[in-house]
Structure formats: structure tokens, C-alpha cells
């Protein structure tokens, strides 16, 4: 068994905004640390209905030893120095003064690089809380609650999914309330404790940041029948319950059922970030588990594609007829094993699809279903994932629907490359409103 305490980011956010329910009503402004600390605190922001911005802090690493915090230095011009290792490894007065000037030049890019033309949310007279992913040697964080105190906050609240034990200590005075999910024994590293802690990108703290700011963002407390909402679900399937998230915009332009790959599930980082996209472009999404845990558990199902598209093919009859998603028109996003399920399902007679996104997809897996597919297709493949690439042109050969293959330059099978997940979310977003759009037309 595993040591991690949470999922992902995603995951360790949904939990620290349920424990943080106390500040609803309090005016609060949530600030998340850069970058990893944004995706956490965006979760919080929308478990508790409030504003997001970023509070940016540079650590002061040691020259000869660059992952040894000497301290920290954030906007408003606030240092905090920790003494403790100033006093262990001594450095010049011209050393410490190189590294804080690259540190204040990469801190003042930043703040400009996520904000953009945003102006920073006003803190005077509300609680701050100050969101990171986790809390290491405090430096950081610290210097984060002076940065927001100094620009009027009124109280600081300072909030982390996971901590080492008498983590509190070094933090007195700091902020007003301490919060913390887990103190471990044993903690060494912030992604010890995390079953997924992949490096979030400036793009991806960028959209959270856009998407919390859109107008008419949706609230929590809107429900069902309501004309939008956003909200953990079960989907009945064969007496069985699979978890999702569905999120629908106002007047959204038509929903998009994901099916996760081999190995993943509604908590795919990739998918998630795809699905902000498509919201922020005013499409609906459908999160949810192909399988139960016990299912996952055997790899037989796992790339069981009939049974997987079944449960795609569920999952969209069973959200159609949710009032939330009355008279929509529906797209399917598959990734890897789940994009075969899709375009098998897409075969099928019996239900309405109008557009089907694969990204790094095995449509192969399809087998001889491929011609019979109606819906229009999108086929994303990175152009340095060779083997996928060549099953991709050789089942666009077979499909006899609307289609197209596009090639994100330079990506891998995962699309970690910079900016490559960003494409394939431009591409998706532009293929679902061409396609699920009322004035998109039927097929010929």
C-alpha cells in the first residue's frame, strides 16, 4: 500500500475547501501559491463561493545548495529571512544580494505573467486565506501571509492539505488560524503524499484563475433544474453507482462526456484540465468513473472496450435526462483506452452524439466498428508518438464520418510537453462548438 493521503491537487483541494466551510460568509478572498498551490486553492474558491488570485512569493535558495530556502521574498516588497540556515551556511552580503535581485526580477514576471491586465483582488478588510499544496519549510508561506497582511487584509487564514508534524512552530504570529488536512510521520516531501503530483504549468495556473473570474460563474448552492450547476453526481449503472462531476455553464452550448484511459479516472489531471477549458468555453462537462474500484481492480476490464463504451452510452442517456442538460446536444472526449470506447459507442444506433474528440487515443481498439461511427471526429496526436500516430492515420482511413487528424508538433503520448495539453484543449473546444453549437448542422 501506497504512503499518499490524496489523489491530486484536484482531490486535496475538494477536501481542504469541506474542512474550510467555517469561512463561508466571511468575506474571504482566496489566494493560492503559485504554481501547484493555485490548482489546490481553486477547488477551495469554488467550495466556498469565493474570489481567486494568486499571492506570489520567490524562495531565497542558497546559492551553493538552490533547494535550501536562507528565506523568501514577496510582492510589496516583503523578505523574510530564516535565520536558522543563514547561520548554518554562511554567504556573502553580495551572494545574498544576487540571489534576492533574480529572484525579485523572476517574482515581477510572474505576478505580471498571471494576472495579465487583472487587477489584483482587493484584500482590505477581508480574511485572506492562503492556499499551497503543501508546506515544507514554511518560508513560503510565510512570507505569503505577510504579503497579504500588509495589503489590508484584516485576518489571515493559512490552509494546507499536508504538513510535517509541530508544523505550526515558526508560524506564530504569522496568520491568524492554521489549517491542516494531515501531519504525517515520516514527511520528507510535499509529493510523498500525493498519488499524482505532476508540475503544474503557468498555463494551467492561468486557467484556473480565468475560469474562477468569468461572470456568471456558477454557485455551488445552484442545483437541479437550475441553468447551471456544478456538483459531485452517481450515475446509476446496472445497479451499480459511478462517481462524477458535472459542470454546465449558463445557456452552455452543448455537454461532453469524458472517458479516462487505462489506469485513470474522473480525476485525470489531463482530462480535468481539458474540461476547464471547455467550460471557460461555455460547454458543459461529465467526469465520471468508467468502472467501480473493484471493476478497475482487474485489468480484464480495464480493456474491456464493449463494456466500457456501454458505460459511456449509459452515462449519456442517464444525462439526458437531467433538467440541466435539457434539449443538449452531446460531444464524447476519449483519451487512450477511453477514446476506443467512445468511437465504439459512436457506432451504435440507438444514441444521439454529435462530435467525438480523441486525444492520444487507440481508435485501433475500435476494430471494424470504425465505419459505422456518425459523429464527427477529432483525432489529437502528439507528433513525437509514433506508434499511436500510425494506428491514428490508419483507422482515419477506415471512418467514413466527418473527420480529421491533428498533430500537436513535438508531443509526446501524454502531452507533457510545454503547452502541448493547452493545444489539445484549443483544438477540442473548437471541434465541440463547431459541432454541439445550435447552429451547427447535421451531418449531410
Not at 36 to 64: H, I, M, Q, T, W
Not at 266 to 279: E, I, Q, T
Not at 387 to 416: D, M, S
Not at 432 to 440: E, M, Q, R, V
Request: net charge negative.
Amino acid at each position: 500500500m501506497g504512503t499518499e493521503l490524496f489523489a491530486d491537487r484536484v482531490d486535496a483541494g475538494q477536501r481542504l475547501g469541506h474542512r474550510l466551510e467555517h469561512l463561508r460568509g466571511e468575506n474571504v478572498v482566496v489566494l493560492g501559491l503559485p504554481r501547484g498551490g493555485v490548482v489546490v486553492a481553486a477547488e477551495v474558491a469554488r467550495a466556498l463561493d469565493a474570489p481567486l488570485d494568486v499571492v506570489v512569493v520567490r524562495k531565497l535558495g542558497v546559492l551553493s545548495q538552490p533547494e535550501l530556502a536562507m528565506g523568501a521574498i514577496g510582492e510589496g516588497g516583503v523578505r523574510v529571512v530564516n535565520d536558522a540556515v543563514m547561520r548554518a551556511v554562511p554567504m556573502a552580503v553580495g551572494e545574498v544580494r544576487l540571489v534576492e535581485e533574480r529572484e525579485r526580477a523572476e517574482l515581477e514576471r510572474r505576478a505580471h505573467r498571471f494576472r495579465r491586465d487583472r487587477a489584483r483582488v482587493a484584500l482590505e478588510g477581508c480574511t485572506a486565506l492562503v492556499v499551497d499544496d503543501g508546506l515544507a519549510t514554511g518560508s513560503t508561506a510565510k512570507a505569503a501571509c505577510q504579503v497579504v497582511r500588509l495589503q489590508g487584509a484584516a485576518r489571515v487564514v493559512l490552509a494546507v492539505p499536508v504538513a510535517p508534524p509541530r508544523w505550526e512552530r515558526g508560524l506564530a504570529g504569522v496568520a491568524d488560524e492554521l489549517v491542516c488536512l494531515e501531519t504525517p510521520p515520516g514527511f520528507y516531501a510535499i509529493g510523498q503524499w500525493y498519488d499524482d503530483f505532476t508540475q503544474v504549468s503557468d498555463e494551467e495556473v492561468l486557467q484556473c484563475l480565468e475560469q474562477a473570474g468569468r461572470p456568471g460563474r456558477v454557485r455551488p448552492e445552484d442545483g437541479a433544474g437550475s441553468p447551471g450547476c456544478d456538483r459531485d453526481v452517481e450515475i446509476p449503472v446496472g445497479g451499480r453507482h459511478l462517481p462524477g462531476r458535472l459542470t454546465i455553464p449558463r445557456q452552455a452550448a452543448g455537454v461532453v462526456v469524458f472517458a479516462h484511459g487505462s489506469g485513470s479516472s474522473r480525476l485525470s489531471p489531463r482530462n480535468r484540465l481539458v474540461a476547464k477549458a471547455l467550460n471557460a468555453a461555455g460547454l458543459g462537462t461529465l467526469l465520471f468513473d468508467l468502472l467501480t474500484e473493484d471493476e478497475a481492480g482487474d485489468r480484464t476490464n480495464v480493456f474491456d472496450i464493449e463494456l466500457l463504451a456501454g458505460r459511456l452510452i449509459d452515462a449519456t442517456r442517464w444525462l439526458a435526462t437531467r433538467p440541466e442538460a435539457a434539449d443538449a446536444r452531446f460531444g464524447w472526449f476519449g483519451a487512450s483506452t477511453g477514446a476506443a470506447a467512445a468511437l465504439w459507442a459512436a457506432a451504435d444506433a440507438g444514441i444521439e452524439v454529435s462530435a467525438v474528440v480523441s486525444r492520444g487515443g487507440r481508435p485501433d481498439l475500435a476494430g471494424p466498428r470504425l465505419s459505422a461511427v456518425r459523429a464527427a471526429t477529432l483525432l489529437i496526436v502528439g507528433s513525437e508518438d509514433v506508434t499511436v500516430l500510425a494506428l491514428n492515420r490508419a483507422a482515419e482511413a477506415r471512418l467514413r464520418c466527418p473527420h480529421h487528424l491533428a498533430l500537436v508538433a513535438g508531443a509526446g503520448h501524454l502531452f507533457e510537453e510545454p503547452g502541448a495539453l493547452d493545444q489539445v484543449a484549443g483544438l477540442a473546444a473548437d471541434w465541440f462548438i463547431a459541432h454541439l453549437a445550435p447552429h451547427a448542422s447535421a451531418e449531410a
